[in-house]
């Protein structure tokens, strides 16, 4: 810090000095040129008077006039002296003063009258800066007649110049000091201070201690560093955290799963390959924000578990580029690095057009494919136009994934859910070295249900591609082998749970995906109490007790179903009316298509028809958020609700189960459960009910907000540790691990098997 200030300092005194002196240089010069020219102007007055005079002395004679006139104007006005010549350049009359410096005769003088004109300059004249000036004198009769030479002393304006340059030094000298002082102030108020308080902080950070991070004040002036060490920061602390956490799990013979073992383990099961992930949703969208270009991080627990992984092996995303500025981030070959204040990993962006987007996303995938995994009671539509689009996007994927691996050895590929049903197939015909799984997070159904699609066959034999067909449950699991059994001639291993077709072995498991699970202090009931109340002033209402709802506006979701559950819980037990509140947050979703819109205005319709029938004063029992809400948004709703609802009609997992647990660092609050998720299957302890069912559903409200508190406790306590220990790491180090222990060699000697039967029966 001290070298930084005493460098800025030099700095500084250069910098002034070198303007001081070419400010003072520019002034000096204007000012001795207009000295210059004032003495010129007025020697030029004096030289043309004197002339006149002297002319009509030497037409009469009178030499005494002449020496009269002289000696009159001698030392005048810094004039040095006058001298009188004939034509022939003689003395006639000459100062004293001047007499003894022009000896010869100066050669302005000769100058003067061989051309009869007046003649000028500044000049030295035994070292003494004089200006001099010859003026010829005339007759009328004999023409020139001799000159008169006036001379002046300019020492005075060098004597002026000097005094200018010392006071300039003296300017200069005084700005310098002043200067540095107040940059010494600034450095230390303004750097130095910060400064040493960050240094404190990293410091606090580096060696364990209790670390306040320095204010925005501080870190103001250090903005471009502050982008970096916090991150860092940020990062050390993580680190420091997740390495306490292992300690202490090792010292009760326990084992967590966090993101840098996540990371640790599969580099070490990747054994040098490249890890290449395919979704349809990218992990970081850019779009337009104003004349700047944001980007953001969709609420994904597929991003949680995948990234740290793509950041350890240096590996690559390939989703569909939908943000409006994508195109303009990317380089000509549509890859960026990511994340962008830490790059790590290739997110490589595969461009659609409208036609090729609603037909693969919106219509076969989410009007075919959605509701006929989710037994929701919606038709599936399949159109021969959306599957068309659904091929040709999977092909796109497949190329685009080829030329990213290139000529890798061993790549190993993961593909995300249902929109790539045919991807596993056409990427293992071009690259059969590859080892591909695909994880489908939707439920699967049962074989009658899934022969409702024209195109089963060509599902089928798109996934078993894989190497390693990931499901959420078991019972999924048993339902996709039994629909591969109903539909294709394969050879199923029902013990080992694997599928052969085309001499090519897929192995069928069931991977529960989670949650990532923070180990942050449990925060206080007071300040839960709090907090909670701050939330119903926002919110403009008054209550004691709030349930939570977190969803897409889906419709398996089943939120009219709760609505009217808690209709019926208000009819039923009407001492909570004007006491109880639930707080439904609905993400709008996939508006473009038909049945979705329609569903977000039935959910609208029903909380306000329940609100107008029971609303009183501040009080309502619903409040519809139907908005999207940021990741510290929701866990806001739920800390302080006292019941979690999620009533889903059918889910392959549902998270929000899982959310609302690891946020409840308080042990305090009730989930309330479908029995037709995947959760259901893990998170016993919460009450589990049959959303169709709206009495038994409003019956759980009433035993969720009469619950004791140990039984609360002791529930919500077996929850979080089952959470705790299956979160979303776990889940990505099952999967990977799973994919990565696939022994591809077994196709092969397969394929030389057949090959040599074929030979011998030649």
Known sequence: MRILSLRLIVALILGITLVSLASSWYEVRAENKAMRLDLERKALTLGESLGNTAESYQQTGNQSG????????????????????????????????????????????????????????????????VYMQAVPLHDTDRGVTGAILVVHDATYIRTEILRTWGRTFVRMALQVLVIVVITILILRRNLATPVARVEQWMKALRTGRQAIAPSDADMDFLRPVAREVAPLAESLKRARASAETEARLRNINESLWTAERLADCVRSQLNGSNLFV???????????????IAVTVPASGVVTAIEPILCACNGTWVAHGSGDADLETVDVSSRLQVPPEEPRYTLRRVWLNTEQEDGYYYGFANEGIWPLCHIAHTRPMFRTSDWEQYQIVNEKFADALVEEIGSEQHPVVLIQDYHFA??????????????????????????EAFGICPWRKELLDGLLGADLIGFQVQADCNNFIDTVDHFLEARIDREHFSVSRHNHESRVRPFPISVKFENDDVTPGRAIAEDRSLLLAELGIEATFLGVGVDRVDYTKGIVERFQAVETFLETYPRYQ????????????????????????????????????????????????????????????????????????????????????????????????????????????????????????????????????????????????????????RWAADLVGELCNVRLETRDREISFSSKGVYGND
């Open 278 to 292: 395919v979704s349809n949703r990218e992990p970081y969208i850019h779009n337009r924000s104003g004349k700047e």
């Open 66 to 129: 002449l020496e009269q006139m002289s000696q009159q104007f001698t030392n005048r006005d810094h004039l040095l002296g006058i001298g009188i010549y004939s034509a022939g350049g003689s003395p006639e009359v000459v100062t004293r003063a001047l007499d003894a410096l022009l000896s010869p005769p100066p050669l302005l003088l000769r100058d003067a009258l061989a051309s009869n004109r007046t003649q000028s300059r500044f000049m030295l004249l035994h070292f003494k800066p």
């Open 422 to 447: 045919l991807l596993p197939n056409m990427l293992k015909e071009q690259l059969p070295q590859a080892r591909i799984a695909i994880f489908w997070h939707i439920p699967w159904p049962n074989s």
């Open 578 to 729: 004007e006491k109880f509140t639930f707080i439904q947050i609905g993400a709008p979703t996939r508006s473009r298509i038909k049945r979705y819109s329609e569903f977000q205005s039935e959910v609208t319709a029903e909380a306000e028809r329940i609100n107008s029938r029971f609303k009183r004063g501040n009080w309502k029992p619903i409040v519809f958020k139907n908005r999207q809400h940021n990741h510290w948004e929701v866990q806001r709703y739920y800390r302080v609700a006292h019941l979690c609802m999620v009533t889903s009609l059918h889910d392959g997992m549902n998270l929000v189960a899982k959310e609302f647990i690891a946020a409840r660092h308080d042990e305090r609050g009730v989930l309330i459960l479908s029995q037709f998720t995947g959760a259901a299957r893990e998170l016993q302890d919460a009450i589990l009910v049959n959303p169709y069912d709206i009495q038994a559903t409003s019956k759980a409200i009433t035993q969720a907000l009469e619950m004791s508190i140990e039984d609360m406790v002791d529930r919500m306590r077996h929850m979080r540790r089952y959470v705790k220990h299956h979160n979303v790491y």
